[in-house]
């Protein structure tokens, strides 16, 4: 019922910057929060950034200063500027929210991810 569709994924050099984007379509009552997870290989998914819809945001202590997650206006897409990208960034990065796609209950969707590979 609700999807989210990701872009910005790619091939970056060592101290370059990507911006990803995640938009989400479909039945929403409200948006809780959006956030962006990200799993590197042999690893597992882990939680990076993320906002709530009073606007909080969360980072990880690895992408902090580094990272920044954003939404547009309407709050229906998320955004995250990775700068100063590290080889160890290197992952799939997932889109996350949390919404009420009605009033009475809320549920979690996921993305299907998008690779940022961080090498020289």
């Known amino acids: 019922q609700v999807q989210l569709v990701e872009s910005g994924g790619g091939l970056v050099q060592p101290g370059g910057a990507l911006r990803l984007s995640c938009e989400a379509s479909g039945s929403i009552y409200s948006i809780n929060s959006m956030g962006w997870y990200r799993q590197a290989p042999g690893m597992q998914r882990e939680l990076i950034a993320s906002?709530?819809?009073?606007?909080?945001?969360y980072y990880v202590d690895s992408v902090k200063g580094r990272f920044t997650i954003s939404r547009d206006s309407v709050e229906s897409t998320v955004y995250l500027q990775m700068n100063s990208l590290k080889p160890e960034d290197t992952a799939v990065y997932y889109c996350?929210?949390?919404?009420?796609?009605?009033?009475?209950?809320?549920?979690?969707?996921w993305g299907r991810g998008t690779l940022v590979t961080v090498s020289s």
């Open positions: 996350h929210t949390n919404v009420n796609p009605t009033y009475y209950y809320a549920m979690d969707y």
């Open positions: 906002i709530n819809s009073g606007g909080s945001t």
